[in-house]
């Protein structure tokens, strides 16, 4: 079965760096976009970075310059490099990976950044 586990995430205070990974099983990793998401309380769920099959990025404006989203797949794992971070990145983080027509999910890391 498909399946994303997310780790990495925790408490940093602003200008840390954190890196989030992503495990994936259950499809050819290879083959599919992977993407980050984040969730802070009472607000919606954005996009944060993509990373397609052959290794070209997207990032949100938010986070231009400060994040970098990569993958290993020979590890099967998706990777999110988080630097000078600010209290406003604090959130749930989500690895994401849409099959067809189903987008799957990991159960998410917490990123909490505060003094």
């Known amino acids: 079965q498909v399946q994303l586990v997310e780790s990495g995430g925790g408490l940093v205070q602003p200008g840390g760096s954190l890196r989030l990974s992503c495990a994936a099983s259950?499809?050819?990793?290879?083959?599919?976009?992977m993407s980050w998401y984040r969730q802070a309380p009472g607000k919606e769920r954005e996009l944060v970075a993509t990373?397609?099959?052959?290794?070209?990025?997207n990032y949100a404006d938010s986070v231009k310059g400060r994040f970098t989203i990569s993958r290993d797949n020979d590890k099967n794992t998706l990777y999110l490099q988080m630097n000078s971070l600010k209290p406003e990145d604090t959130a749930v983080y989500y690895c994401?990976?849409?099959?067809?027509?189903?987008?799957?999910w990991g159960q998410g890391t917490e990123v909490t950044v505060s003094s």
């Open positions: 990373i397609s099959a052959g290794r070209s990025t």
């Open positions: 994401n990976c849409r099959l067809y027509s189903i987008s799957y």
């Open positions: 259950g499809f050819t990793f290879s083959w599919y976009a």
